[in-house]
């Protein structure tokens, strides 16, 4: 089943302007023109664009996915995912022990009580040194 770029992505939920990016920096294969010079695109973009949209909510930067990207297309050769993976994770956990450092920061400054600025613990909080 062909479909042109609107339905494409209805499909996948991700912007026209996206997939012309994608296609652009070479993640999404360049789709095959009709007659009249429209984008036609197959079942295996939509495809692709769901493993882009994947890698993308997991936080893969687009370097990574077409590193990614490249290993899902030549199955043959040794997988180094795993260790692309392990560290992306490594990667996400150091974010989310700063986020939750910054969660309990912003915590502390909150004073739900009526006050002055001179009183204000999140102006003060904020002129600490870190």
């Known amino acids: 089943m062909m479909m042109k770029i609107n339905e494409l992505s209805k499909k996948s939920g991700i912007n026209l302007e996206t997939i012309r990016y994608y296609e652009k920096t070479g993640l999404l294969p360049e789709p095959k023109r009709a007659a009249n010079g429209y984008?036609?695109?197959d079942q295996q973009s939509l495809s692709q664009l769901n493993f882009i949209k994947s890698c993308r909510w997991l936080g893969f930067s687009i370097d990574e996915i077409k590193q990614l990207n490249e290993l899902?297309?030549?199955p043959k050769h040794h997988c180094v995912a795993d260790e692309m993976?392990?560290?992306h994770l490594k990667q996400v956990e150091e974010k989310i022990a700063r986020l939750l450092e910054i969660q309990t920061f912003l915590q502390n400054l909150v004073n739900h009580?009526?006050?002055?600025?001179e009183?204000?613990?999140a102006i003060s909080g904020l002129s600490q040194e870190r």
């Open 85 to 87: 993976i392990l560290s």
């Open 72 to 74: 899902k297309n030549t």
């Open 119 to 121: 009183e204000c613990r």
């Open 39 to 41: 984008r036609v695109y």
């Open 113 to 117: 009580e009526e006050h002055s600025v």
